[in-house]
């Protein structure tokens, strides 16, 4: 078992994001490799100065612009959008591991009254007209559906007929997303698009506790070091007939992975609780313990982060609390709506709250707040407006407006 101080503990968890030292990912190609790391990244819809999924890669990706990931995911199709830790950006190699999903969303079909013969006519429509969105769709008036797969919908309430059905023909995996303007999503064949190969694929992983030993793994893999406890770094892996993960599920996907030598174990001091990491990961973790310096960074990070996925474990390694306050009514907000946290080498420094006006080209930092005993240096201070630049650039804004 490895030991590692919490200082380690930061370094390790930095250097596998790439958020410390020298760049490790770099380009277009470089995102795809971190998305490949972590299994998935989060996507959610709101833009403030970036949505999530591009500030995830721009804080670890040198050279990264926006056009990289919605390339990746619609051109070069080498990603795809699925619900996995909610929302979600998947590589597209991994698309048979969710078959079970697309065939649970498949029969639940029957149970909604009507829906049916709007499946046929919406795919007949893009059979004859292409990508298409629902406001393009001619299928009027609202049904009662609600997904299988996610938790988009509410079983009581009549939702948007043609959105309904286009939701249900991609979470059956008849259509995928063919390309988003804005928020807007237009859906296309799959068949059109995804070799036929990879969309007949069977389940590589029939066996339930299989499949779930995998997903665990894989969010191992994004956060880095995880224990075996109750995480939101495990929502939406659910048992068929449950709505969580159970202990039981858990427990044995753990005792397999340590048994099969796919993870380690890892000591930290003043954490009780084991963590565990991939095994792959044990060079890193011996170059952690050689002490070789590494060169700090200045980062921001998104709301959804894959290393802010278990905030307890943030707090016990990093001795950082985040809240994602975007929901919290503004009355009741410590800091602001959309707040990114702030790293400089192996340490959070501080939050950035910022907007862009892409219109006009301005991006606007309404506040920064450093953390306590954080003393903000020149060094430090040149960093920080620097990182805000590259904030700045990647929004397209050549101005950037700093708090007095």
């Known amino acids: 078992m490895t030991e590692l101080t919490k200082e380690q503990a930061r370094q390790f968890l930095l250097l596998r994001h790439g958020l410390l030292g020298e760049h490790r990912f770099r380009g277009k190609e470089g995102a795809l490799a971190y998305i490949r790391q972590c299994g998935c990244i989060q996507f959610d819809p709101v833009d403030v100065c970036g949505r999530n999924a591009e500030l995830v890669l721009q804080s670890r990706v040198k050279g990264f612009r926006m056009s990289h990931l919605s390339e990746l995911l619609y051109r070069d199709r080498l990603l795809f959008d699925y619900p996995d830790k909610n929302q979600a950006i998947i590589p597209l190699e991994d698309r048979p591991y969710f078959a079970r999903y697309r065939q649970r969303a498949a029969a639940a079909v029957p149970q909604f009254e009507g829906l049916q013969p709007l499946l046929e006519k919406a795919m007949a429509f893009i059979e004859a007209n292409g990508p298409v969105s629902s406001a393009e769709l001619p299928i009027e008036g ?40 804005g928020t807007r999503k237009y859906y296309d064949l799959a068949a059109r698009h995804l070799p036929e190969e990879l969309r007949t694929a069977p389940d590589p992983l029939p066996e339930e506790q299989d499949h779930i030993t995998w997903r665990i793994l894989r969010r191992i893999r994004a956060v880095g070091l995880l224990w075996n406890r109750p995480s939101d770094a495990w929502l939406n892996i659910e048992a068929q007939q449950s709505a969580k993960l159970s202990k039981e599920s858990r427990n044995a996907a753990f005792s397999s992975l340590l048994r099969d030598g796919k993870i380690l174990e890892v000591r930290v001091e003043g954490i009780r609780d084991v963590l565990y990491c991939p095994a792959e990961d044990l060079p890193l973790l011996e170059e952690i313990l050689s002490a070789r310096k590494q060169k700090p960074r200045c980062e921001l990070l998104a709301p959804l982060d894959c290393l802010l996925w278990d905030r307890k474990l943030l707090k016990a390694i990093f001795d950082f609390d985040y809240t994602w306050e975007i929901y919290t009514p503004e009355a009741k907000r410590k800091y602001g709506y959309y ?66």
């Not at 620097?386 to 700093?402: F, M, P, Q, T, V």
């Open 339 to 404: 707040v990114l946290p702030m790293i400089y080498g192996d340490r959070f420094i501080g939050r950035v709250e910022a907007a862009a006006d892409r219109k006009n080209g301005i991006l606007t930092v309404k506040h920064l707040w450093t953390e306590p005993n954080i003393t903000v240096t020149k060094t430090v201070q040149k960093a920080m407006e620097r990182c805000l630049r590259r904030l700045a650039k990647l929004n397209g804004c050549e101005e950037l407006i700093l708090p007095e």
């Open 142 to 181: 609202e049904i009662f559906w609600h997904s299988s797969i996610h938790w988009s919908g509410n079983w009581h309430k009549p939702s948007n007929a043609a959105r309904s059905v286009l939701e249900q023909l991609y979470s059956d995996g008849r259509l995928i997303i063919h390309h988003k303007e």
